[in-house]
Structure formats: C-alpha cells, structure tokens
C-alpha cells in the first residue's frame, strides 16, 4: 500500500469546529493528493502537493486549506467545519514520475454535527 | 474542465454472467487508468492504457482504450463475488500528475 497512513480514520466534530487530517507516507514521493469521496461524485480532487511548501488547489478546495512543511506529510484542514463536508477523505501519492497511478491511504471517515 | 463520466453508475450482475462497464472523457487523454474499490475499502490501481486501441487482459478482466482515446471500457467475464466493488475510471488532466475521476460503476452481484 505504498507505506500511507491517515490518521485519524473516524472522527466526529461540530459545525465551526477546526479539523485537520492527516496523511504521512514512508517512501519520500514527491506528489501528494487528498481526495474526498461522497456517493454519486466519484473522488474529487482538494487538494494536492508536488515538493515541500509547493500546493495547489484542486476541483473542491473552497473551505480547505493545506500544509507540507515535510516530505512525508500532508495535512488537510477544515479551518470551520460545515455538515457540507461530512465525507470520506483519502490521501493519495503518485509513486515516481511520467506514470500517473496512484496509491491511496486507507482513508478517513469524518462526520460534522 | 475536463469531465470523465462512466455508465452504468450500478450494475447488477449474476454470478457467471458477463458485463461491460463504460467511460467517456469530453477531451482526449493521454492515458486512462482503472480502479477498484471494493466496499469500506480504498481504491486500488488496476491498470494503465496508453496506446490508441490498447487491449490489456487481467484474468477475466478486460481493458480497452478507445481509437480516439476518448473512451475506455472494461468487460468483466464469468462475474464472481469477489468481482464485487465500484470501478472507476481517471484521466490525468492539466500538469502535475493530477487524475480526473469518473464517478464509478458500482458492481453487485447476485449469487
């Protein structure tokens, strides 16, 4: 599984409440993505980092904001939750250049009240 | 933007049966990637189609890469229970190694 993990993997806040995930891989790649996955919209890109302190924003980032002060770690962060983001938020790396696979951490399940 | 969409959203299926499962992409892609998820799990890479018309053949899996490289489908033969899960397909779009996702085929089968 390319050595990701997210943690938390459950969590259950309130609305307005500041949450962060995060997303730490083992093996130094370079590209970092988070993801959420709602029924009916398939995954839908946030986020996504290509080095140190270099982030971008994806189809869905109004209401998240991103760090990567590390190679291997890669926070998400709801800076006021919204029940609109109750979702399951995955992590992904793509191992190496040219090839655009990607490798998924197990993900995790957030719910806002 | 570019958009990656995929019919059927559900497909039921009887086990030993065959199905197709199919996405279209509004622009040309350089590649097209398969995934599959199965239930409370995470998506898994299957497979990667670079050539215009590319075949690729996992098991009772099939992959195909459209002539214009605007489509892709996979044919599953002799369904099993363990075929069960959500496929998606995901084009990269733009620089930076980014993937646009269909919105999956969720695959139930019936023993």
């Known amino acids: 599984d390319a050595g990701i993990t997210q943690s938390p993997r459950h969590k259950v806040t309130e609305t307005g409440t500041p949450v962060t995930l995060r997303c730490h891989q083992t093996e130094n790649h370079r590209y970092m993505y988070w993801y959420r996955q709602d029924p009916g919209h398939g995954l839908r890109l946030i986020h996504y980092?290509?080095?140190?302190?270099?982030?971008d924003k994806g189809e869905v980032s109004d209401g998240y904001s991103v760090s990567r002060s590390k190679t291997e770690d890669f926070l998400l962060t709801l800076e006021s939750a919204t029940s609109s983001q109750t979702s399951v938020y995955f992590c992904a790396i793509t191992q190496g250049s040219g090839g655009y696979e990607q490798f998924f951490g197990p993900g995790t399940r957030l719910t806002v009240l | 933007g570019q958009q990656v969409m995929q019919i059927p959203q559900y497909q039921h299926v009887q086990e030993g049966e065959d199905f197709t499962t199919y996405c279209n992409s509004s622009?040309?892609?350089?590649?097209i990637q398969w995934y599959k998820q199965r239930p409370g799990g995470h998506p898994v890479f299957l497979i990667q189609l670079v050539k215009s018309g590319e075949v690729k053949k996992q098991k009772r899996l099939t992959f195909q890469f459209g002539e214009a490289k605007k489509n892709s489908s996979l044919h599953i033969t002799a369904t099993q229970t363990t075929d069960v899960g959500t496929y998606f397909c995901?084009?990269?779009?733009?620089?930076?190694?980014?993937?646009?996702f269909g919105g999956g085929t969720r695959v139930l089968v019936k023993p």
């Open positions: 980092s290509y080095g140190v302190k270099d982030t």
């Open positions: 995901a084009g990269p779009w733009a620089a930076g190694n980014k993937l646009t």
């Open positions: 622009t040309t892609l350089s590649n």
